[in-house]
């Protein structure tokens, strides 16, 4: 789902200010690669953002887009969503939230719950290492997608 025209707002005003605050230049090209992954709370993969960046740049590279996107993760600019790298899903949403993953299409969708952002890493986590943040994964299926199965029934 497309993020309000508020929230975008918001969004490229704290990734200007973040940019300034890591030393990285905010260029047209990352403006514009940021846009497109701020624009949406589907938490797209570097290919689905460059697809739509390109409307806009039509010369800008995969390879580019990419390099971008993995320069912003470093920086903290942006979130990579727990998948393996190479087909990882980015996320512009900084605020501590949760994910619904949708086993049917894969789908990552952001949701707020302040019980969930109480809770603390158990000692079992902490035996293996030191946390940072915590983030409750909720799976099933997306209501898209079940609409779409009973409509095949
Ligand atoms: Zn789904
Ligand atoms: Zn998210």
Redesign the pocket.
């Known amino acids: 789902m497309a993020v309000s025209a508020k929230e975008l707002q918001r969004r490229i005003e704290g990734f200007t200010a973040l940019c300034r605050a890591e030393g990285l230049k905010v260029t047209h090209q990352r403006t514009e690669i940021y846009r497109e992954l701020a624009r949406t709370d589907e938490h797209p993969d570097a290919l689905a953002i460059y697809r739509r960046v390109r409307r806009r740049i039509p010369s800008i590279s995969f390879d580019t887009v990419y390099r971008a996107l993995r320069l912003l993760e470093n920086k903290g600019v942006i979130r990579r969503v727990g998948t393996p790298a190479d087909s990882a899903q980015f996320d512009a949403n900084r605020e501590t939230h949760h994910h619904f993953v ?1 086993s ?4 990552v969708r952001d949701f707020r719950c302040t019980a969930f952002d109480a809770l603390e890493a158990p000692a079992a986590a902490r035996q293996i290492g030191t946390p940072d943040s915590l983030r409750v994964e909720v799976r099933g ?2 209501a ?2 079940a609409r779409r199965r009973a409509r095949a029934r």
Do not use: D, I, L, Q
């Not at 049917?104 to 789908?107: E, H, I, Q």
């Open positions: 949708c049917a299409c894969g789908a299926v997306c898209e997608c």
